[in-house]
Every structure is written in structure tokens, then in C-alpha cells.
């Protein structure tokens, strides 16, 4: 399944502020804690398996932000970029990734769990689950960020 590129950027920014700390973080002297089920994935509505939680600070605000994102399979966000670095580490499945505009899956180089991309400030790419399973990656960055189909201008 592919998104439009003109739904990209709602997609995106629906998921990353229509989420927010998960309501069991807990907070001793100033760390911030969490175990994987006290974090609150929101759905998506128009996508029902894309979903997000925000897990520290928010990507719309000033500051540092971190992110967790699942994607269903077959789901490949067409190419776009964003205003400030992105730092993706994949937690579980295979993080399909592609630089440039192509937006094909076979254009794109596979990140097993544990493999990690930065996506620099601007820079053009595409990714998603390419393969039949969900995966989950996790997204740090300054905030506010913004992300902008390649059909909006460059």
C-alpha cells in the first residue's frame, strides 16, 4: 500500500502530535522511565496499522523529541524530507530504506532490527515495511519538525 504524497505530511503530523507522553511514564529526580506497555500507540484514523507514541517531549514544540512508530506491512511512506535531522533506530522487522525519489521497495536497502539511519535535514528518501511484517522503529529529533512531500517543492 502507498500513501500520497499529498497525505504525507497530515499522516505524519497527525501521528507525532496526536499522541502523547504515555500517561504511566514515570518521573523519579528528573529521569523518565517506561516499560513497552505503558506506551500508548495512536491509530491512525485514515490508516488503521500506522500508528505512533511520543515518549518524550513533542515534534511540534522546540526541543528534543523521541518517537516510536509501527508501520503495517506493505506500507511505504512516499519520498519526502524533513526540516531538521531524523534519527531512526529499528526496534523490531525490517525497515525498508531508500535515498532519492524512486519510492519503489526494490530501490530501497533493508535495516534489521538494531540498525539505525540518520535522515539529514532536507535530504530526500523514502521508507516503510516493505515486507510482510509489521515493523517498529524509533525516532529521535529537534523540534518542531516538519515533513513535506517532494511534490510540495523543493
Request: aromatic share 10%; proline share 5%; hydrophobic share 40%.
Amino acid at each position: 500500500m502507498k500513501l500520497r504524497n499529498y497525505h504525507l505530511a497530515v499522516v505524519l503530523a497527525l501521528l507525532a502530535v496526536g499522541t502523547g507522553l504515555a500517561q504511566d511514564q514515570h518521573r523519579d529526580f528528573g529521569f523518565v522511565y517506561m516499560q513497552p506497555a505503558d506506551m500508548e500507540f495512536v491509530t491512525n484514523p485514515d490508516y488503521s496499522n500506522v500508528s505512533s507514541a511520543v515518549l518524550y517531549g513533542d515534534p511540534a514544540k522546540e526541543g528534543i523529541y523521541v518517537m516510536r512508530l509501527r508501520v503495517g506491512a506493505g506500507v511505504i511512506f512516499p519520498p519526502h524530507y524533513h526540516d531538521q535531522d531524523r534519527h531512526v533506530t529499528v526496534i523490531a522487522g525490517v525497515w525498508a530504506f531508500g535515498t532519492g525519489d524512486s519510492g519503489e521497495c526494490e530501490d530501497t536497502k533493508p535495516l534489521a532490527a538494531g540498525s539505525y539511519a540518520m535522515h539529514p535535514k532536507g535530504a530526500v528518501h523514502y521508507d516503510g515495511a516493505c515486507g510482510n511484517e509489521q515493523v517498529e522503529v524509533q525516532i529521535i529529533g529537534m523540534g518542531p519538525v516538519g515533513t513535506f512531500g517532494v511534490e510540495e517543492g523543493r
